[in-house]
T-cell receptor
C-alpha cells in the first residue's frame, strides 16, 4: 500500500475558527512532511517530522501547529488563519528523511479562509 | 545550498511525438535527483530518481531521465507522448537541512500534449 490519505478534501473556515487537517500512512515510513502549495507553484515545505520528532520548522507562523501522535499519523492544527493562507495543503511521507528517499504525497486538503 | 532550474514554464508536444522536460541542478557533493508529476487537483506523484550508477534512469508510465554530470542536467524524457501525460512536472534535488534531507523543487513545467 503506497497511499497517503488526507482529510478533509476541502475545508472552508473563517478567520476565527479552529480546525485540523489529518494525514495517515501505513507504509512504515518514519518521516512525514507538511507542505503548502499555491496554484501552479512548487510545494513549500512547512514542517518535517523524523521518527516522530519535529526536525524542521520552516519559520511557519504560530497559527499553524503540527502534531505527530504516532508514526502513522500527522495533524496540522489551524487557528486564526488569514485569507492568504488559502492554498492546497499537502502531506507526504518517506522511508526516512534520507538523501535518496522519494516522497509519497497525499491528495491534499484544499483550504479556503474567508 | 542546492538549487534546481526548470527553464521552461510550458512544453507543448503532439501526441505520439517524443517529449523532453528540462532540468538543471546545482549541488555540492553527490546529487540525488527526482522527478514528480502533479495532475490537476491532486498531490505529487513520484516518477523516478537518480542516486548513482547508470545515467539513464527508467521510471513509471514509460518515463525516463538522463543524468549528465558535465552539464549538471537531469532531463525527463518519453519516446511517445500521450494526451494523459498532460500535467505539471517538478524536478527536485535533495539537500541537508536541520539534520534531515529535504527536496528543493524547481518551479515546475506544464506539459501539454495535443491530440
Amino acid at each position: 500500500d503506497t497511499e497517503v490519505t488526507q482529510t478533509p478534501k476541502h475545508l472552508v473556515m473563517g478567520m476565527t475558527n479552529k480546525k485540523s487537517l489529518k494525514c495517515e500512512q501505513h507504509m512504515g515510513h518514519r518521516a512525514m512532511y507538511w507542505y503548502k502549495q499555491k496554484a501552479k507553484k512548487p510545494p513549500e515545505l512547512m514542517f518535517v517530522y523524523s521518527y516522530e520528532k519535529l526536525s524542521i520548522n520552516e519559520s511557519v507562523p504560530s497559527r499553524f501547529s503540527p502534531e505527530c501522535p504516532n508514526s502513522s499519523l500527522l495533524n496540522l492544527h489551524l487557528h486564526a488563519l488569514q485569507p492568504e493562507d488559502s492554498a492546497l495543503y499537502l502531506c507526504a511521507s518517506s522511508q526516512s528523511a534520507g538523501a535518496s528517499d522519494e516522497q509519497y504525497f497525499g491528495p491534499g486538503t484544499r483550504l479556503t479562509v474567508t | 545550498a542546492q538549487s534546481v532550474a526548470q527553464p521552461e514554464d510550458q512544453v507543448n508536444v503532439a501526441e505520439g511525438n517524443p517529449l523532453t522536460v528540462k532540468c538543471t541542478y546545482s549541488v555540492s557533493g553527490n546529487p540525488y535527483l527526482f522527478w514528480y508529476v502533479q495532475y490537476p487537483n491532486r498531490g505529487l506523484q513520484f516518477l523516478l530518481k537518480y542516486i548513482t550508477g547508470d545515467n539513464l534512469v527508467k521510471g513509471s508510465y514509460g518515463f525516463e531521465a538522463e543524468f549528465n554530470k558535465s552539464q549538471t542536467s537531469f532531463h525527463l524524457k518519453k519516446p511517445s507522448a500521450l494526451v494523459s501525460d498532460s500535467a505539471l512536472y517538478f524536478c527536485a534535488v535533495s539537500g541537508l537541512s536541520g539534520g534531515s534531507y529535504i527536496p528543493t523543487f524547481g518551479r515546475g513545467t506544464s506539459l501539454i500534449v495535443h491530440p
